[in-house]
């Protein structure tokens, strides 16, 4: 089991940025060099404001993309979100206004390509500028998922199947939820490397991970170089 970092946090950005800093020196940031393409990808569920708990907290996303400026490399945060338009969840999230004056390409997920992620699914599409990003910094919410009990580091990285892939996959394999889970995991093994930090500052309890959620304070950011190991982590803790 890969190592797996606990922060205690909170969203005001002084204590905030230096967390998350030392959350990804600790588990890998180093493969993050000059001019490497780093695709940044928070949970963009759907267009709320951040104290709804359904997105990722803007600032965390900040700090991501300030920690990829700093060891020179080239940010783009890039979501293809469950409902409505990329451009209003940006702007409803709060990351157009957090992202203001920093070098960073706010791109939906549109194109894919056909990626062999093992059997039984053989090859499936996904994102394009995911595959073919020299970094992940996976940036998912820690939410309640009423089909899959939790949505964490793995369920974040289904966010890269673009557009209509992605309830087309949950109707032929989310009737079966170990077979989806299974779907899950062979896509984040695909996509690497892959940095993943959890946002469970202000976390999601209840019938997640949509608006029937409730908001939960819990002020942890949680690390790891694999999501398994970081989603079995949070389990345990929870």
């Keep these: 089991m890969s190592m797996v970092i606990l922060k ?18 600790a588990i890998g940031g180093s493969v993050i060099t000059k001019n490497s393409r780093v695709v940044i990808k928070p949970n963009l569920l759907s ?12 600032m965390v996303v900040r700090a991501a993309v300030e920690y990829v400026l ?16 990329f451009k209003r969840i940006l702007e409803d999230g709060g990351f157009t206004g957090a992202l203001e004056g920093l070098d960073a390409e706010m791109k939906e997920f549109t194109a894919s390509v056909p990626v062999d992620i093992g059997l039984p699914f053989r090859k499936i599409e996904i994102a394009r500028d995911a ?27 289904f966010g890269c199947i673009v557009g209509l892939r992605k309830p087309d996959w949950h109707f032929r394999a989310g009737i079966d939820r170990d077979l ?11 996509l690497k490397p892959c940095l993943t930090v959890i946002d469970g500052i202000l976390a999601m309890e209840g019938q997640g ?22 989603d079995i982590a949070v389990c345990r803790i929870l």
């Design 180 to 190: 989806f889970a299974r779907l899950l995991v062979q896509i984040s093994n695909v």
């Design 47 to 58: 267009s709320a404001a951040p104290d709804r708990a359904m997105i990722t907290h803007p």
């Design 70 to 85: 700093q060891k020179g490399g080239v940010p783009q945060v890039s979501d293809s979100p469950a409902i409505g338009e």
């Design 131 to 157: 595959v073919e990003a020299d970094v992940i910094i996976n940036l998912p919410k820690l939410k309640t998922h009423t089909q899959m009990l939790l949505t964490l580091g793995v369920k974040n990285l």
């Design 209 to 230: 991970p949509g608006k029937s959620g409730t908001p939960k304070e819990l002020w942890i950011l949680m690390g790891s170089s694999d999501p398994v190991s970081l």
């Design 8 to 25: 205690r946090s909170a969203y005001d950005y002084e204590k905030l940025k230096p967390a998350f800093f030392e959350i990804m020196d």
